[in-house]
């Protein structure tokens, strides 16, 4: 990545956040990874103190999402992401188990802009992570504007 | 109210009415009776009656051929002549008449006879008098009035007339008191009769508008109840819809939760997998400094290091461990997997649509086609009814049914499976029969529950389509049962309603 993109990685299993960082490394991502095992410390580090996401202002960010937390729900961060303004170009990936079909359209519709289902066969995670390392790699990041 | 209070009473009312019927047969018979019996006394009344006129009239008669008699002999006068001629002429008649009258009467009967005889000698006076009197012998016929035999005769006939009289007076008297009394029961029979009649009437009136009465509260409370088992029964369904959709929930939510672990457990193990590499690669390693006599470092065929016979035992059990743990888990997905597509199906909302079965059921078999060649089956198709009900859902149902009698075939053996359908009191039952292997009676709950199977497992599946199809069934107000035995094919029976309206008032949750 050409851009020093900060990943976000808001996951509350944290086998899963393991497997995911080391996968995402072995496709050569060596960007900052920050990991967030529940939503409410996800909010508080993206919309800051103030709850108006001023802090990242000029940062580049990428935020991969979990829908089941245990605090508050993944679909809840996505709204609040993309609901402000400083905050709503930054992609999101939700990287979730759910596979059901309402919530897929509902992410979308929200505005997540990459939607991928945890396979249980190991195979296909890893590979899926890698694909999604990869993705990392090529795609552009823009700034979160002020 | 008792059942048997009821019926009592049902009794009684019957027996009142009974006894009511039987009281008007009785004084409708006792009035004719009577009242014919009245008629009867009254007849015989009158009867009497005439008797005394008759005897009054032939006595008459014979005062006036006498008469007559004693003017023509004083006046020789021929009016009377003609006079006592139609007065002698009329009295045998009248006697005759007065005798066939009498002649029940045993003492009147003898009485009469012995008016006639004297009658007879004394009209036979007359005429001897009269021919003298008109030969102008007048003092001969003086002579025989004068002899006063004609007086003496006449006396007797007066006296037994008087008898007779007084015995038809009698008679008059008992008859007309008989005529009397039959007259008054008559009356008395039909006037209580009618009272009875009325009464019982009344009665019966009373009874019957208690039992409407009855009947109507009956009605009323019948009423009631229904209302109230239907408030219950919709109370019951919505509690039983609510607690249902809390286990598709519940499941959902299970299989779901249950996934992330799994993911763990075999991302985990994977990277465990790839780190017995490089374990035993160190452990061959190791080995060899340990032992500089063992031979220098090289690779087996699968570019693994060659390991010493112990440590090659280790790299086996850690191979078949691993290999249960993922093998495991993979089954254990599958049946997260089976459980979450049996709570999504739970959640589909169904469409009731017109389908013609048979159609839907050949679409099914041609793309079973393939398996049934393989499986030297046969489907045959008999004609069915068609229903209302969700087009997916029926789809279902029969492709796992067909599905599961082609699986299940006795080896070696064509398979015959027969599809039929019938139509009863607004449900269609339909029937997959095959002559596959059957399945055991004590099995045939078991095989309706989940994750559960029966006889040999030698075919792949998750225990699930049976579950599955009974599921479906159910949410189309059917059911579904199985008639089988080991080794003689296999009969299930669906029945669903002909027209399902998807009785769903509120949405889900």
Known sequence: MSNPVTIIMIEDDEGHARLIERNIRRSGVNNEIIPFTNGTAALDYLFGADGSGLDHKGRALLILLDLNLPDTSGIDILRRVKDNDHLKCTPVVVLTTTDDAHEIKRCYELGCNVYITKPVNYESFANAIRQLGLFFSVIQVPQANA | ?509
């Open chain 2, 1 to 509: 109210m008792t059942v048997e209070r009821a019926r009592e009473r049902a009794l009684v009312q019957i027996a009142l009415l009974t006894v009511a019927f039987a009281v008007l047969v009785a004084v409708s018979i006792a009035s004719v009776y009577w009242l014919a019996k009245a008629r009867e006394d009254s007849a015989w009344v009158a009867h009497t009656l005439e008797v005394e006129n008759q005897i009054s009239l032939a006595q008459l008669q014979m005062r006036r051929a006498e008469s007559a008699e004693r003017g023509f002999l004083l006046t020789r006068q021929p009016e009377f002549t003609t006079d006592y001629e139609e007065a002698a002429a009329q009295i045998m008649p009248l006697l005759t008449l007065l005798r066939s009258l009498v002649q029940d009467n045993a003492s009147q009967s003898a009485a009469i006879a012995e008016i006639i005889a004297l009658t007879e000698s004394r009209l036979d006076q007359f005429r001897r008098v009269m021919t003298l009197a008109s030969q102008s012998k007048q003092d001969e016929a003086n002579a025989i009035i004068r002899g006063g035999a004609g007086r003496e005769t006449m006396n007797k006939i007066r006296d037994l007339a008087a008898e007779m009289r007084q015995e038809e007076h009698r008679l008059f008297l008992l008859r007309t008191a008989a005529a009397d009394r039959s007259q008054s029961l008559a009356s008395i029979v039909t006037t209580t009769g009618s009272g009875l009649v009325l009464v019982l009437a009344g009665v019966s009136i009373f009874l019957v508008r208690r039992s409407a009465r009855a009947r109507d509260d009956a009605e009323a409370q019948l009423r009631d109840n229904n209302v109230n088992l239907e408030t219950t029964v919709d109370e019951r369904t919505a509690d039983l819809r609510e607690a249902n959709e809390e286990i598709q929930r519940f499941a959902y939510i299970v299989s779901h939760d249950l996934r992330s672990p799994l993911v763990n457990i075999m991302g985990f193990t994977s990277e465990l997998e790839e780190l017995r590499t490089d374990i035993f690669r160190r452990i061959a390693t190791l080995s060899r400094a340990a032992s500089p006599q063992a031979l220098d470092a090289s690779l087996d065929d699968q570019g693994q290091p060659l390991l010493d016979e112990a440590d090659r035992q280790l790299s086996q059990d850690f191979t078949e461990a691993l290999a249960f743990i993922k093998s495991s888990i993979a089954k254990m997905d599958r049946l997260i997997s089976a459980i979450l597509n049996l709570t999504r199906e739970g959640r589909r909302e169904f469409q009731p649509v017109p389908i013609d079965t048979r159609e839907l059921i050949e679409n099914i078999v041609s793309t079973m086609a393939h398996q049934a060649a393989e499986a030297a089956a046969e489907i045959r198709i008999e004609p069915l009814p068609e229903i209302v009900s969700d087009r997916l859902a029926l789809e279902q149902i029969f492709s796992n049914l067909i599905d599961n009698a082609l699986k299940y075939l006795k080896p070696g053996v064509p398979g015959d499976i027969t599809v039929r359908g019938r139509q009863r009191l607004g449900f269609a039952i339909f029937e997959i029969a095959d002559n596959g292997r059957g399945i055991d009676p004590k099995d045939h709950q078991r095989i309706f529950d989940l994750f559960r199977r029966a006889g040999t497992q030698d075919k792949p599946g998750q225990g699930i389509g049976l579950a599955h199809v009974r599921a479906l069934v159910r949410r189309l107000g059917g059911t579904m049962s199985v008639a089988s035995e080991l080794g003689k094919g296999s009969t299930f029976t669906i029945t669903l309603p002909t027209k399902w309206t998807a009785t769903k008032p509120e949405t889900r949750a």
